[in-house]
T-cell receptor, first 116, second 114 residues
Framework: DGGITQSPKYLFRKEGQNVTLSCEQNLNHDAMYWYRQDPGQGLRLIYYSQIVNDFQKGDIAEGYSVSREKKESFPLTVTSAQKNPTAFYLC???????????????FGPGTRLTVL | GENVEQHPSTLSVQEGDSAVIKCTYSDSASNYFPWYKQELGKRPQLIIDIRSNVGEKKDQRIAVTLNKTAKHFSLHITETQPEDSAVYFCAASITTSGTYKYIFGTGTRLKVLA
């Protein structure tokens, strides 16, 4: 998991602003994921991508957008439509997202987003 | 929809005692069950996992058991140490329309008292 980086570590946003969270991996993994974590809660899936130029909505995609133009990068944009964006955001990757034996997900260090 | 229930939400044990965390999943097609440990402000780290063709797996002080019939799996930590204090998450794999993802439990905060 040392090959997955997220930036910035802390991010502050004013209401009405869009912000983009970066996630990069040098593990040559096909699949990448974005999760949201709120205090005292588990991880909820926002978006995931099994291959370049393809992605799917997770359980809480409203107010978020993603792109997957490169294998190593999966940026997440938190739009002004997301009404309660303050949370800890975690990116993960796995060798593939096809249910094979090598599908363990490894996490980046996270970005803590706070809306002012 | 699919879900994973995790219990207890908090667990306090004396150093040296054992800790058990239990999860129940709903999708009978789930075939992979990882456990993650997350320290405060850090990333979740995989500590052990089990696949559906195995009933038990052990790695030093940590073990996981799986009961496919009952759709239960559990994490067992023996001889607990203060550094085991963290939040532990279970997860179950699900396949939807050819895509593969995890459903996570809500976490167990383990406190090991010295």
């Amino acid at each position: 998991d040392g090959g997955i980086t997220q930036s910035p570590k802390y991010l502050f946003r004013k209401e009405g602003q869009n912000v983009t969270l970066s996630c990069e991996q040098n593990l040559n993994h096909d699949a990448m994921y974005w999760y949201r974590q709120d205090p005292g809660q588990g991880l909820r899936l926002i978006y995931y991508s099994q291959i370049v130029n393809d992605f799917q909505k997770g359980d809480i995609a409203e107010g978020y957008s993603v792109s997957r133009e490169k294998k190593e990068s999966f940026p997440l944009t938190v739009t002004s439509a997301q009404k309660n964006p303050t949370a800890f955001y975690l990116c993960a990757s796995s060798i593939s997202g096809r249910g094979w034996s090598t599908d363990t997900q490894y996490f980046g260090p996270g970005t803590r987003l706070t809306v002012l | 929809g699919e879900n994973v229930e995790q219990h207890p939400s908090t667990l306090s044990v004396q150093e040296g005692d054992s800790a058990v965390i239990k999860c129940t999943y709903s999708d009978s097609a789930s075939n992979y069950f990882p456990w993650y440990k997350q320290e405060l402000g850090k990333r979740p780290q995989l500590i052990i996992d089990i696949r559906s063709n195995v009933g038990e797996k052990k790695d030093q002080r940590i073990a996981v058991t799986l009961n496919k019939t009952a759709k239960h799996f559990s994490l067992h930590i023996t001889e607990t140490q203060p550094e085991d204090s963290a939040v532990y998450f279970c997860a179950a794999s699900i396949t939807t329309s050819g895509t593969y993802k995890y459903i996570f439990g809500t976490g167990t905060r383990l406190k090991v008292l010295a």
